[in-house]
């Protein structure tokens, strides 16, 4: 440009032929990033904004980086083998997440505004085991698009009551925890595989019910099996916020109808092979069986419920 505007002549410029630039010399946008040691972990450089798979393990991570949350087009984070023990909100704004390994952390626990997230559309495979965690909050069970769930290794007290409504959930492993028993919502499953090996399950005994009948119903035990049995519409619009809750966690009798805070409770026993397909045995006798929780509306429930036991067993 400069000999031109001195007048040189366009002819005897020394111009180079325009090649385009070969694949090989463009550099593609990084989407994928493997980090297994402390000392190869970025503290200065920012991860690439293209990543959709992140791996940081072993890394002694107490937290989750916030140079991760800006990471939108994620679709797999590792996390495992670190020593995380609280999970930001704002992680449920990775939009495109599909699968998310916690394994051996320090969690004590899965917050329910991740559940009630964006996560709850994408998340289809989640790994949580080896932490600390006792009991998963009533949202878990909104994650509707998982597929995979691990929760070995925890010091789980009880599996989340609405849990039958993972209805693509095909894998579940919740081996080595403390469950005394299933809740009731666990007969709707449908798995491919379940291993709930080495809990400490109770021996059912359906003639020791735990009777929580209010007689007579109070009103409110009146108006919420109403609402639910007649699928009357209700939101926190309509009602307060903790009679929403409870609504969404009533119990079901085995007639079908609804309870709420008035109901017996027993447990009997359910062969794991009518929710999975495949069943690890869940303890070393090579039993398949666990106990699971049963409602019942009123005594008359219950009753006919006790003869047809009494009878199967005569």
């Known amino acids: 440009v400069r000999l031109a505007h001195q007048g040189t002549d366009a002819g005897a410029l020394p111009?180079?032929?325009?090649?385009?630039?070969?694949?090989?010399?463009?550099?593609?946008?990084?989407?994928?990033?493997?980090?297994?040691?402390?000392?190869?972990?970025?503290?200065?450089?920012?991860?690439p904004f293209s990543l959709e798979h992140l791996q940081t393990s072993y890394c002694k991570l107490a937290r989750i980086d916030t140079r991760v949350l800006s990471l939108k087009k994620l679709r797999k984070l590792d996390l495992s083998h670190n020593h995380i023990k609280q999970l930001?909100?704002?992680?449920?704004?990775?939009?495109?997440?599909?699968e998310l390994d916690?394994?051996?952390?320090?969690?004590?626990?899965?917050?329910?505004?991740?559940?009630?997230?964006?996560?709850?559309?994408?998340?289809?495979?989640?790994?949580?085991?080896?932490?600390?965690?006792?009991?998963?909050?009533?949202?878990?069970?909104?994650?509707?698009?998982?597929?995979?769930?691990?929760?070995?290794?925890?010091?789980?007290?009880?599996?989340?009551?609405?849990?039958?409504?993972?209805s693509r959930l095909r894998f579940l492993s919740a081996a080595r925890n403390k469950l005394p028993f299933l809740p009731s919502d666990f007969r709707k499953l449908a798995l491919e595989n379940l291993d709930l090996f080495g809990n400490p399950f109770e021996q059912p005994n359906p003639l020791v019910p735990n009777i929580q009948l209010k007689i007579p119903l109070t009103l409110l035990e009146c108006a919420a099996r109403a609402t639910i049995n007649h699928r009357i519409p209700y939101s926190c619009h309509?009602?307060?916020?903790?009679?929403?809750?409870?609504?969404?966690?009533?119990?079901t009798c085995r007639c079908g109808n609804a309870c709420l805070s008035s109901f017996i409770q027993i447990t009997v026993t359910m062969n794991l092979h009518h929710v999975a397909h495949t069943v690890v045995l869940v303890d070393n006798m090579g039993g398949t069986e666990a106990p699971i929780l049963c409602y019942f509306c009123s005594l008359d429930c219950y009753s006919q419920f006790l003869d047809r036991h009494l009878q199967s067993n005569g």
Do not use: W
Request: proline share 7%; hydrophobic share 40%; net charge neutral.
């Open 15 to 47: 111009l180079s032929p325009l090649v385009p630039a070969k694949n090989s010399d463009v550099e593609k946008p990084k989407t994928k990033m493997i980090i297994t040691s402390r000392r190869d972990y970025p503290l200065t450089k920012s991860f």
């Open 88 to 98: 930001p909100a704002t992680l449920g704004d990775l939009v495109c997440l599909q």
């Open 102 to 166: 916690l394994h051996d952390n320090h969690l004590e626990a899965f917050s329910g505004a991740l559940c009630s997230s964006d996560l709850q559309k994408c998340l289809q495979f989640l790994d949580l085991s080896q932490n600390q965690i006792q009991a998963l909050p009533i949202e878990f069970c909104q994650l509707r698009g998982l597929v995979q769930l691990k929760l070995d290794d925890n010091a789980l007290l009880r599996l989340p009551c609405r849990i039958g409504q993972l």
């Open 238 to 251: 309509l009602l307060p916020s903790h009679l929403c809750k409870d609504l969404e966690v009533a119990k």
